[in-house]
T-cell receptor, first 113, second 114 residues
């Protein structure tokens, strides 16, 4: 069975500070991993994805994530947060040739001035 | 280029009623998936359609059913509504064969069951 755990429900970060969101997964085969962002009233927007190759993945809006197989983790990072990064972030796992993604419960990010 | 469009955006129903939610996929996409996102939770996969047939299904009861039309648009139907069905229902589309690699989500339909 596949599952995702996002240990942090809510994170508050100052504008300009760095951000790291944690994601741990359980998956029986080679995982395909995704990070999505959801702003209020919006659908899910894909930030980045990992299928294979380089374990450090670059995404949109200055985000990156690192896949660590030994730790079953896929943490999301951003060096300098902007106020517009305030949103809910979801980590997901599943086969790339499939449509059944398993999502974590999400982490809400608040950015303070 | 319009993305995934869903209607209605908000609706309120009472227990026992039935609801139909609609989804138009992104241009060029022929596969539609539906997800339920309860408050404070991540989305959960309901089912996926292509070629007008249900191809995959998550752990949802038969009260949840769907349909896909020849123009690739889709409907999600929920019968005998329960309070626990209150959620944001997300539709996602993809070109067939690409799976979650190319998955575009709509803004969702928020259902409140009283």
């Amino acid at each position: 069975a596949q599952s995702v755990t996002q240990p942090d429900i809510h994170i508050t970060v100052s504008e300009g500070a760095s951000l790291e969101l944690r994601c741990n997964y359980s998956y029986g085969a080679t995982p395909y991993l995704f990070w999505y962002v959801q702003s209020p009233g919006q659908g899910l927007q894909l930030l980045l994805k990992y299928f294979s190759g380089d374990t450090l993945v670059q995404g949109i809006k200055g985000f990156e994530a690192e896949f660590k197989r030994s730790q079953s983790s896929f943490n999301l990072r951003k060096p300098s947060v902007h106020w517009s990064d305030a949103a809910e972030y979801f980590c997901a796992v599943g086969p790339s040739n499939d449509y059944k993604l398993s999502f974590g419960a999400g982490t809400t990010v608040t950015v303070r001035a | 280029d319009a993305g995934v469009t869903q209607s209605p955006t908000h609706l309120i129903k009472t227990r026992g009623q039935q609801v139909t939610l609609r989804c138009s996929p992104k241009s060029g996409h022929d596969t539609v998936s539906w997800y339920q996102q309860a408050l404070g939770q991540g989305p959960q996969f309901i089912f996926q359609y292509y070629e007008e047939e249900e191809r995959q299904r998550g752990n949802f009861p038969d009260r949840f059913s769907g349909h896909q039309f020849p123009n690739y648009s889709s409907e999600l139907n929920v019968n005998a509504l329960l309070l626990g069905d209150s959620a944001l229902y997300l539709c996602a589309s993809s070109p067939r064969g690409w799976g979650a690699n190319v998955l575009t989500f709509g803004a969702g339909s928020r259902l409140t069951v009283l």
